[in-house]
């Protein structure tokens, strides 16, 4: 069984980009296309989950492409650590893309196309074994979202879209120049064949030149900035894509090159837990000075992106274990807010904490989703931020960094307070009266399919938002005050633009209250990270 | 020396125009940029101490062909990326910078402020 999927492992990468480009050129009704990419998807993810399963006892599965010998063949490798992340990013590719059919954002024919290949680059990333095959991965990756973040960018303006192709364009060039450097001093881009060479210090200073480069990409301080800007400016349900899959591949390469070129040496895994921890504090507070939903939520990406790196900074097998963990933790997550976000935008026309207000009394969905998403992100249980930030803690503690651990929980008491920011201005503070224009606003534009700046008619705007009262609030009876907005309830956010947040919120909560095989499968990763035999092994039979 | 000279100079150059502030002289620095790597992996090869594959029939010292290969799948990347860079200088609103649109990131537009 076992060689016939390692056989099989190309396919991860092969068959969605074979599905993209076909859906490309078919000139198929819109349906079919959504149908088929969802489909696809959902493929996707089922294998993800059998590799998931035969890799949990520590089988390592490798397949060199074209029967090459092992050195020689561009291998494809399959551990507990890549296959996991595989089943998480299949997870948010198929729930953003479910998010995208219901808002209608999958109608533009060249969607589900982009989010396959985007899909089939993320599997190549996350299961190549050679550096140069690598880049090229991380190229097919961002090509398709440089297409959905044009595309679907929310005000027509380009500037996120330009500064996103510009900062990546950057890293992966720098990024080449690293496997250059590394090729040069090794002979060899293969992962398994550079294993432990990080001792000699010509060929660490190649790595880390890899390294620094992928660290842009996962937006770690002082490359943070980009971010924000760049995901504030895309589609709610494209940043939720991206900010479970680009920067998480990023921080899964850190990961893997730490591991095994580097072997955990402490030399190098300082000045790593310096700038995640400043990562992770600089992120937490920048949230609170954010006015608007999405890019708060960015921020504490950003932080979360700090808390995952120092799980490998400490790189003791509970210190990995419980970055894995925080990982999976937080791409799920940040998902879930992220789409909660992109609801209420779609809806409202706005994420501005100051003007979309009473969501409480009005979206019961809504409010349980954002409730679950953001006690989870905080580190309360009984969710999967619990479970995440206490392995985290206990294991910066037990790793002499009990600094660290200190300001983990510190910023996690600022994510709170985040959240909390949020929860009083939108959730739970008295709707303000044109909260029901904005929303008549948004419909209107997408009716027409109006750009964010392009003016709206005031009249036909008022016009539309008295509609909607009269459909979804007809007075109860002589008690209902006109002017008192507390008594519309009638909800506004579609259901069917919840479930993709609603899903991840559940898994959340499922990864709290079983966290058992989570942790199981983390230590699983943890182990072939910190005993890398069994990869080199596999890769190249030594 | 002169390879080094030349991956010196040209990233020197492509650093200088990636921070221009007009999208074209980023997209041509970018260029420069590529090709300073291009030469760096072709150097990575071992260029001074190998001789052209084909001639003498000496394999020892035939030039290392996957640099070269590495060379080819870069120049192809980074070609459809310069594309892309030069699509996007064109379409939006006609603004070849990359400042934030005037309004900012939190301002609301005038239209919905109107409306309200």
């Known amino acids: ?542 | 020396m002169s390879l080094a000279l030349g991956i010196g100079l040209l990233a020197a150059a492509g650093v200088y125009l990636v921070l221009q502030r007009g999208m074209i002289r980023i997209i041509l620095g970018f260029v420069l940029l590529t090709h300073a790597v291009n030469l760096l992996l072709i150097a990575a090869g071992g260029v001074a101490r190998r001789d052209a594959p084909f001639f003498g029939g000496d394999t020892s010292s035939a030039a290392d062909p996957l640099p070269q290969a590495f060379v080819l799948t870069a120049i192809v990347i980074a070609f459809a990326i310069t594309v892309v860079m030069a699509t996007l200088a064109v379409v939006g609103r006609g603004d070849d910078d990359t400042e934030p649109p005037p309004s900012g990131d939190e301002a609301p537009s005038a239209t919905s402020e109107a409306a309200s």
Request: glycine share 10%; with cysteine.
């Open chain 1, 1 to 542: 069984m076992t060689p016939v999927i390692e056989a099989l492992l190309p396919l991860f990468v092969g068959a969605p980009l074979l599905v993209g480009g076909a859906l490309f050129v078919a000139p198929a009704h819109h349906r079919l296309r959504q149908v088929l990419g969802a489909a696809s998807l959902v493929a996707l993810l089922g294998g993800a989950a059998v590799l998931v399963l035969i890799t949990a006892d520590g089988t390592v599965l490798a397949h060199q492409v074209a029967l090459w010998p092992g050195g020689i063949a561009i291998p494809f490798v399959a551990d507990a650590f890549s296959s996991l992340l595989l089943l998480v990013t299949a997870i948010l590719s198929a729930v953003t893309f479910g998010y995208l059919i219901a808002s209608g954002e999958a109608r533009s024919p060249s969607i589900a196309s982009f989010v396959l290949v985007l899909a089939g680059g993320v599997a190549g990333a996350l299961l190549t074994a050679d550096l140069f095959n690598l880049f090229v991965f991380i190229e097919v990756m961002l090509l398709p979202s440089y297409g959905l973040l044009v595309i679907l960018s929310r005000r027509g303006d380009l500037g996120g879209s330009r500064l996103y192709v510009t900062v990546n364009l950057l890293a992966s060039t720098l990024f080449l120049a690293g496997v250059g450097l590394l090729y040069a001093v090794q002979g060899t881009v293969n992962l398994a064949e550079l294993a432990g060479t990080g001792d000699d210090p010509a060929t660490a200073i190649a790595a880390a030149v890899c390294l620094s480069a992928i660290a842009v990409k996962a937006a770690v301080f002082p490359a943070h900035g980009w971010l924000a800007r760049t995901y504030g400016a895309a589609s709610p349900a494209v940043a939720a894509l991206f900010s479970g899959l680009h920067t998480k591949v990023a921080v899964y390469i850190i990961f893997r090159i730490s591991a095994v070129i580097f072997e955990g040496d402490p030399a190098w895994m300082t000045p790593i837990i310096i700038v995640a921890s400043v990562t992770l504090l600089v992120g937490a507070l920048a949230a609170l000075g954010e006015r608007e939903m999405r890019p708060l939520l960015v921020f504490q990406m950003i932080s979360g992106i700090g808390f995952i790196l120092v799980g490998v900074a400490v790189f003791t097998p509970a210190g990995l274990a419980a970055g894995v963990v925080y990982m999976v933790h937080h791409m799920i997550v940040m998902g879930s807010l992220l789409l909660i976000a992109g609801a209420i935008e779609h809806t409202y026309g706005s994420g501005r904490l100051d003007r979309v207000s009473g969501l409480r009394t009005r979206e019961p969905l809504l409010t349980a989703a954002f409730v679950v998403g953001a006690l989870s992100l905080a580190g309360l249980p009984p969710f999967s931020g619990f479970v995440a930030k206490y392995a985290l803690v206990q294991a910066t503690a037990g790793g002499g960094q009990v600094l660290v651990a200190g300001l983990l929980i510190v910023a996690s008491l600022l994510a709170l307070v985040a959240m909390m920011k949020i929860w009083a201005e939108m959730f739970n503070g008295k709707r303000h009266a044109d909260v029901e224009l904005l929303a008549a606003e948004a419909r209107i534009r997408q009716r027409h399919d109006l750009l964010d700046d392009a003016p709206v008619d005031a009249d036909a705007v008022a016009e539309e938002a008295a509609l909607a009262v009269e459909r979804h609030d007809p007075p109860r009876g002589a008690e209902t005050a006109d002017d008192d907005p507390h008594e519309h309830r009638g909800t506004r956010v579609p259901v069917r633009l919840l479930v993709p947040s609603l899903v991840l919120a559940a898994i959340s909560v499922g990864l709290g209250l079983g966290a058992e095989p989570l942790l199981q499968l983390a230590e699983q990763a943890a182990g072939g990270l910190t005993d890398t035999s069994d990869y080199v092994r596999a890769v190249i039979d030594r």
